[in-house]
């Protein structure tokens, strides 16, 4: 895709003089799906194949795990199935994979210890999924093993984390600075983002940010995750904005102003009124609705209880017994666990 074009142009740039790369870090945070390990895949075999024999590779991600089903089964089948098959050797044992290459380039799984890197020498490190990471320890393990190459090179890839993803963040807020001032020496920084204030919303607002979109990944698609997911998360996974994700975000679909420009103090439901349950995806907070009938005629709705958890919403439902018509409940959301202790509690 253009994207992956624009990056390997610009992170493999070598000096005139010397032939050297001219970067020996690059860093890259796009959105999910957009590509990245492909691009990867494209990195490491570039390394290993026509930047000299013996060349020593290292891949990890959010833990070694990660790191070896990612190899396993997203690395390994397409060096097999590529026309550079004949050329590997696959390592499989657990905890020791590894690609040989005929060249004697080697291309390993690493672990994300305090020790990895140690005692190795490594041309090309990968650090992927970087939002795991809670410190820079495994970049103090891959520097030292890089510091004696000749032309090492650091790629640290991720969709952005949270508050807590300490060390991708200060690479990212070191990578904007650098752009902001100028500063290309040494280091390659790529982002694609949305504005923190962009409405998420917009398809323009996707394009902008989502470099696979119209390629690999459709319009509706998007919609439909958008429609489906909690915005907190749709915002860190398609517009790559970093995110509080424990935040409440108490105005996700209808617009504050749109909701208290309809507020009636003086308004009440004079028949029984009609209530709906509905739970937070990860199950964190409830909220009890009301409908029903003013004297006029016209419909009142309201939010009449909103709590931290699940466990007071059957005990609250038991001390209003006999004051409310039906209670509605979307048995496949995630309130859909309460029906049958409802029922049971009389509703």
Not at 172 to 187: K, N, P, S
Not at 204 to 215: D, F, I, N, S
Request: charged share 25%; glycine share 10%; net charge negative.
């Amino acid at each position: 895709m253009p994207w992956q074009q624009h990056v390997v142009d610009v992170a493999l740039e070598t000096h005139p003089d010397s032939g050297r790369l001219v970067y020996r870090e690059v860093r890259l945070t796009v959105p999910r799906q957009s590509g990245k390990t492909t691009l990867m895949l494209a990195i490491m075999l570039h390394r290993c194949l026509l930047m000299g024999d013996g060349q020593r590779v290292g891949y990890t991600a959010q833990t070694g795990q990660a790191a070896r089903l990612k190899f396993t089964d997203d690395h390994v089948p397409v060096v097999v199935g590529s026309i550079f098959g004949r050329q590997a050797q696959v390592r499989r044992s657990n905890g020791s994979e590894a690609i040989r290459w005929n060249n004697g380039s080697l291309w390993s799984v690493l672990a994300t210890t305090e020790t990895a890197g140690h005692g190795s020498q490594l041309d090309l490190a990968i650090i992927d999924e970087a939002f795991a990471q809670p410190n820079d320890r495994l970049e103090q393990g891959f520097k030292p093993a890089m510091v004696t190459r000749p032309q090492p090179q650091l790629w640290v890839v991720s969709t952005a984390g949270d508050v807590s993803s300490n060390y991708l963040n200060a690479k990212i807020d070191d990578g904007r600075e650098r752009v902001d001032r100028g500063l290309t020496e040494g280091v390659a920084y790529f982002e694609w983002s949305a504005e923190q204030g962009a409405d998420p919303a917009d398809e323009q607002v996707w394009a902008g940010c989502m470099p696979a979109l119209g390629h690999t990944i459709g319009v509706e698609a998007i919609r439909a995750d958008f429609e489906s997911m909690r915005l907190v998360e749709f915002r860190r996974a398609y517009l790559n904005q970093r995110q509080d994700r424990h935040a409440i975000e108490p105005w996700q679909v209808v617009p504050e102003d749109t909701w208290s420009g309809l507020v009636d103090l003086r308004s009440r439901i004079v028949d029984v009124p009609v209530l709906a349950l509905d739970v937070t995806p990860d199950r964190g907070m409830a909220a009890v609705g009301a409908a029903g009938h003013r004297e006029d005629g016209r419909l009142h709705v309201e939010v009449v209880e909103h709590r931290e958890g699940t466990a007071w919403v059957v005990d609250w439902f038991k001390a209003r017994a006999g004051q409310y018509g039906p209670v509605v409940v979307d048995p496949a959301g995630p309130a859909g666990p309460l029906v049958a202790l409802l029922v049971e509690a009389g509703c």
